[in-house]
């Protein structure tokens, strides 16, 4: 709910306090009756900008819901006081390293706090606006009915922590919709949005804001009181209907989430087959596998990874100040940034002389707003702020101006210098390259001081890292505004400095020129994509390579072997003859794999191979170590965090760093050196190992 619609819509239903002589109030919910008997309960959690679960928040519930059973109104209505939405989900700071003990003493406490809820005499209602996720969703499952208004969704994504849903989700779910639709949102994480929920069951009804209290009317009169277990949960009754559901779940499951790395899901399904049929088993087999689970590394690397996010997101407490920006050119890069920043509402404007290009652009905004579950009016809206601007008039106007054109020196330095005739006082310009040095174009562009990178990567939105980069020259003014629009569009920052590749493709191309050399010397590319998965990675060495494209990690391999004083691997000459053949990956449908009939499925699982995973992945840890060591990036929680959220690196691992800690460094330094003496200098290890 936005524009200060909750603000009016509290006010018009007296529940601001003060508002009404029997208002009741405390620090994170709210209270009030009103002309109609309805009672209204506003979460509103204090000196927060979102609403989280947490104990606090479910004690003042509980004495809420006693006050509430004194003096029971014609019905109980829930809600979210915050504009953003209903509840995130749970308080993670207060679980982190919570003992078994404690985490089981509090999960009961709050089963008790939701179950009392769902006790109520009266017909409860949840009006979710924004996303309830989470904690926050189970808390609407506790309700009778849920009223969604247009933009709400629902979600249990704890699977991503390395959780599953422990405020009694496990069970309220699948009693209120089909079950195995219930276990597959659980088991991925995914969430139902408005349409989807409703499809479901999960949401009673989809209204606009203007006509919710209309829809709480038409809920009552029709003489809906409590609900009862669903039809699809009663034919889930039999142990053997689940046995058979489960192990079609666990298969699907192996699949993307291998057990031996990722054990919540696999615990969800386990507790669902033995207990499914007994609310009270279940609730207890949710607290104690949530406790269980909590403890296990996965879990822990999972929530230092959300840690990692939130403090990438936090990283400038400064506010944008910039409103428009100006894209030069119109490709595969340039107009994803583009859409992407116009979808978080910033005007755009974007250059290029191919009208063709800007067209398909047009075209792809409307897919990607569909993909993001924008309704029309908020895809209309990001399509008129996106504007297409042949002639580059926009620049003139431009707070930022963002060049993403071909990654050749001579095109750059020609697009900068025009762009600095025209652009105004005080704006920013930003290159999107992603091989080449920033200092090399110095003498080209309008301000050396205003003049960094903005290192995006493809697909813009569904890759949530930005590299800022920084020269010599780059001025802390410019820095601290360019970290400030990244977290103002939603991107993650990482503050990286002006060298090759700077940080995530210094890294990343060792890793992927590796592989490369093993095919070379005849280990098939399926076995070495296989033992990247084994290990974690979202997909082969082999695969990711033809995904982004063999042209350009032509272009920074070569990059990476003139400017690096370290040692690089040599270039295989497959690559360059894949090149210079056309047959450039994914984007051509030919490149090491055949993509001509979609994404190339993964042969069955070879046995796992020490010797191989660490020829991989040494070589991306060794450069981690290396830029933490130089000064590229300021921290190895920040490598860590870069690795994790631009390439995917295992995330249950903690990052690269992180496992290398587990490991040892004492470990990795010595296998570092075994390779170095067998396979030459690239392995040679940094002195990071010793001196960290």
Same mark, same amino acid.
């Given at each position: 709910?936005? %524009?200060?619609?909750?603000? %009016?819509?509290? #006010?018009?239903?007296?529940?601001?306090?003060?508002?009404?002589? %029997?208002?009741?109030?405390?620090g994170?919910?709210?209270?009030?009756?009103?002309?109609? /008997?309805?009672?209204?309960?506003?979460l509103?959690?204090?000196?927060?900008?979102?609403?989280?679960?947490?104990?606090?928040?479910l004690?003042?519930?509980?004495?809420?819901?006693?006050?509430?059973?004194?003096?029971?109104?014609?019905?109980?209505?829930?809600?979210?006081? #915050?504009?953003?939405?209903?509840?995130?989900?749970?308080?993670?700071?207060?679980?982190?390293?919570?003992?078994?003990?404690?985490?089981?003493?509090?999960?009961?406490?709050?089963?008790?706090?939701?179950?009392?809820?769902?006790?109520?005499?009266?017909?409860?209602?949840?009006?979710?606006?924004?996303?309830?996720?989470?904690?926050?969703?189970?808390?609407?499952?506790?309700?009778?009915?849920?009223?969604?208004?247009?933009?709400?969704?629902?979600?249990?994504?704890?699977?991503?922590?390395?959780?599953h849903?422990?405020?009694?989700?496990?069970?309220?779910?699948?009693?209120?919709?089909?079950?195995?639709?219930?276990?597959?949102?659980?088991?991925?994480?995914?969430?139902?949005?408005?349409? @989807?929920?409703?499809?479901?069951?999960?949401?009673?009804?989809?209204?606009?804001?203007?006509?919710?209290?209309?829809?709480?009317?038409?809920?009552?009169?029709?003489?809906?009181?409590?609900? &009862?277990?669903?039809?699809?949960?009663?034919?889930?009754?039999?142990?053997?209907?689940?046995?058979?559901?489960?192990?079609?779940?666990?298969?699907?499951?192996?699949?993307?989430?291998?057990?031996?790395?990722?054990?919540a899901?696999?615990?969800?399904?386990?507790?669902?087959?033995?207990?499914?049929?007994?609310?009270?088993?279940?609730?207890?087999?949710?607290?104690?596998?949530?406790?269980?689970?909590?403890?296990?590394?996965?879990?822990?690397?999972?929530?230092?990874?959300?840690?990692?996010?939130?403090?990438?997101?936090?990283? &400038?407490?400064?506010?944008?100040?910039?409103?428009?920006?100006?894209?030069?050119?119109?490709?595969?890069? /340039?107009?994803?940034?583009?859409?992407?920043?116009?979808?978080?509402? #910033?005007?755009?404007?974007?250059?290029?002389?191919?009208?063709?290009?800007?067209?398909?652009?047009?075209?792809?905004?409307?897919?990607?707003?569909?993909?993001?579950? @924008?309704?029309a009016?908020?895809?209309?809206?990001?399509?008129?702020?996106?504007?297409?601007?042949?002639?580059?008039?926009?620049?003139?106007? =431009?707070?930022l101006?963002?060049?993403?054109?071909?990654?050749?020196?001579?095109?750059? =330095?020609?697009?900068?210098?025009?762009?600095?005739?025209?652009?105004?006082?005080?704006?920013?310009?930003?290159?999107?390259?992603?091989?080449?040095?920033?200092?090399?174009?110095?003498?080209?562009?309008?301000?050396?001081?205003?003049?960094?990178?903005l290192?995006?990567?493809?697909?813009?939105?569904?890759?949530?890292?930005?590299?800022?980069?920084?020269?010599?020259?780059?001025?802390?003014d410019?820095?601290?505004?360019?970290?400030?629009?990244?977290?103002?569009?939603?991107?993650?920052?990482?503050?990286?400095? %002006?060298?090759?590749?700077?940080?995530?493709?210094?890294?990343?191309?060792?890793?992927?020129?590796?592989?490369?050399?093993?095919?070379?010397?005849?280990?098939?590319?399926?076995?070495?994509?296989?033992?990247?998965?084994?290990?974690?990675?979202?997909?082969?060495?082999?695969?990711?390579?033809?995904?982004?494209?063999?042209?350009?990690?032509?272009?920074?391999?070569?990059?990476?072997?003139?400017?690096?004083?370290?040692?690089?691997?040599?270039i295989?000459?497959?690559?360059?003859?894949?090149?210079?053949?056309?047959?450039?990956?994914?984007?051509?449908?030919?490149?090491?794999?055949?993509?001509?009939?979609?994404?190339?499925?993964?042969?069955?699982?070879?046995?796992?191979n020490?010797?191989?995973?660490?020829?991989?992945?040494?070589?991306?840890?060794?450069?981690?170590?290396?830029?933490?060591?130089?000064?590229?990036?300021? &921290?190895?929680?920040?490598?860590?965090?870069?690795?994790?959220f631009?390439?995917?690196?295992?995330?249950?691992?903690?990052?690269?760093?992180?496992?290398?800690?587990?490991?040892?460094?004492d470990?990795?330094?010595?296998?570092?050196?075994?390779? &170095?003496?067998?396979?030459?200098?690239?392995?040679?290890?940094?002195?990071?190992?010793?001196n960290?």
């Amino acid at each position: 709910m936005m %524009d200060g619609k909750l603000a %009016d819509y509290l #006010k018009r239903t007296e529940l601001e306090l003060g508002g009404r002589p %029997d208002a009741l109030g405390d620090g994170h919910w709210r209270y009030a009756q009103d002309d109609d /008997g309805i009672g209204w309960l506003v979460l509103d959690c204090e000196n927060a900008s979102v609403n989280t679960i947490s104990g606090a928040v479910l004690r003042q519930l509980d004495s809420h819901l006693q006050q509430v059973e004194t003096a029971l109104p014609r019905a109980l209505v829930i809600r979210s006081g #915050k504009a953003v939405g209903f509840a995130a989900g749970a308080d993670i700071d207060g679980l982190a390293g919570m003992e078994p003990e404690a985490t089981e003493a509090l999960l009961s406490e709050a089963h008790g706090v939701l179950d009392r809820l769902q006790g109520l005499s009266c017909p409860t209602i949840a009006i979710v606006h924004g996303a309830a996720l989470g904690a926050g969703f189970e808390l609407a499952l506790a309700c009778d009915y849920r009223i969604a208004v247009n933009g709400a969704s629902f979600g249990l994504p704890e699977v991503r922590l390395g959780l599953h849903p422990g405020l009694g989700g496990t069970v309220r779910l699948p009693e209120l919709i089909d079950p195995t639709a219930a276990m597959e949102m659980m088991l991925t994480g995914s969430s139902a949005h408005t349409k @989807k929920a409703k499809k479901l069951g999960i949401a009673d009804l989809v209204v606009e804001e203007r006509h919710v209290v209309a829809a709480i009317a038409s809920l009552l009169e029709g003489g809906n009181g409590k609900r &009862s277990r669903g039809l699809m949960a009663r034919a889930f009754g039999l142990a053997s209907a689940r046995s058979l559901a489960a192990e079609r779940m666990r298969r699907k499951a192996q699949g993307k989430a291998p057990k031996e790395h990722y054990p919540a899901p696999y615990a969800l399904i386990d507790n669902w087959v033995e207990h499914g049929n007994d609310t009270a088993a279940m609730k207890q087999a949710e607290i104690a596998s949530f406790a269980h689970l909590l403890q296990t590394d996965t879990s822990k690397n999972l929530i230092r990874a959300f840690f990692l996010r939130r403090t990438l997101k936090n990283v &400038s407490g400064d506010v944008d100040d910039i409103a428009h920006v100006h894209v030069v050119g119109a490709g595969i890069m /340039g107009a994803e940034i583009a859409i992407w920043i116009a979808m978080q509402g #910033k005007r755009v404007t974007v250059a290029d002389p191919d009208e063709a290009a800007l067209g398909a652009m047009i075209r792809q905004a409307t897919k990607i707003c569909e993909d993001a579950h @924008k309704d029309a009016l908020e895809t209309r809206d990001t399509l008129d702020r996106l504007m297409p601007d042949p002639t580059g008039y926009g620049v003139q106007r =431009a707070d930022l101006v963002i060049e993403a054109g071909p990654e050749k020196p001579e095109a750059k =330095a020609g697009i900068f210098a025009d762009l600095g005739k025209r652009m105004k006082t005080g704006s920013i310009l930003a290159t999107n390259t992603s091989s080449l040095r920033l200092a090399q174009f110095l003498d080209d562009v309008p301000a050396k001081t205003r003049f960094a990178g903005l290192h995006f990567f493809n697909p813009v939105s569904k890759v949530p890292l930005v590299e800022v980069v920084s020269h010599d020259k780059t001025s802390k003014d410019t820095r601290t505004r360019l970290l400030a629009f990244c977290t103002a569009i939603d991107r993650l920052p990482v503050a990286v400095s %002006d060298t090759p590749g700077f940080l995530v493709n210094r890294a990343l191309m060792p890793y992927l020129l590796e592989a490369l050399l093993l095919m070379d010397e005849g280990v098939a590319k399926e076995q070495i994509d296989q033992t990247a998965l084994q290990f974690g990675m979202p997909m082969g060495p082999v695969t990711l390579a033809d995904q982004v494209g063999l042209d350009i990690c032509l272009d920074v391999a070569d990059s990476l072997k003139k400017s690096l004083r370290t040692p690089v691997a040599n270039i295989p000459e497959m690559l360059r003859e894949k090149v210079e053949a056309g047959d450039l990956g994914r984007k051509t449908g030919r490149g090491f794999y055949d993509w001509s009939d979609g994404t190339p499925k993964p042969e069955s699982r070879a046995d796992s191979n020490p010797d191989l995973s660490d020829r991989l992945l040494l070589p991306m840890l060794n450069a981690c170590a290396e830029c933490v060591r130089t000064g590229v990036v300021g &921290s190895a929680d920040e490598a860590d965090a870069a690795m994790i959220f631009a390439t995917g690196f295992a995330p249950f691992r903690g990052g690269p760093l992180h496992y290398a800690r587990a490991r040892g460094h004492d470990e990795i330094h010595q296998r570092l050196q075994q390779f &170095s003496e067998a396979h030459g200098p690239r392995f040679k290890p940094d002195t990071y190992w010793r001196n960290d």
